[in-house]
């Protein structure tokens, strides 16, 4: 009887660790399967152009609609606001909202005059969206220039220096004496155009991401 039972155990014990033995096998070749088929989408597909070409094609580009979220650093301050924006050859409109100070700012602008709205109360007007924003918030947005910037262009109206990147995208602009950087970029209807970007003059440092 007792030879019965540490056969018994031992076969038990033999069944199980060829169980565990064998779930171990099928885990690993479960997961080598996976890395196997397992593929990593190429999500830039941008298009090599050289920079005339992709100078005209952006210059082209004069109607269109955007919205992201943006940072503002200046000193020890800082913002953080949400905008859209919508524009059409040289009339645009943009919303400013945030959590803090800033409110809502509606700011519709032309090349002749530019009126800001703010908190649907206060109205003001003036030649330049920029001293709009110092007036009322206390930091200036270069509007003027990034209706070009945003679009991964220098303004055609001043100086600049340069550089760009393998597929001919701007990466570094200096303008205005604003320093302008590109680190990324999106396809968007078969045109590159900046995701990101950062804006920076003396202690003013200014975040934008692109996200529609």
Known sequence: MQLIDFKRNHIDMFLRRLTIFSLLILGSVAISSCSSFHVTPDTHNYHYLSWP??????????????QGSLSIRQGNDSDIAYYSWQQNKDIYQIHLSGPLNLGSIYINGNSEEVTLIKSQKEKYSAKTPEKLLQKTVGWSLPI????????????????????????NHLTYLKQQGWIIQYPDFTVQNGIDLPQKLTLQKADLKIKIIVKD
Do not use: A, C, F, H
């Open 144 to 167: 003027s220039g990034l209706v070009y910037w945003i679009k991964g262009m220098p303004s055609p109206n001043t100086p600049y220096s340069l550089k760009l990147g393998s597929y």
């Open 53 to 66: 070409e992709r100078l005209k094609q952006l210059k082209n580009l004069d109607q269109w609609q955007i």
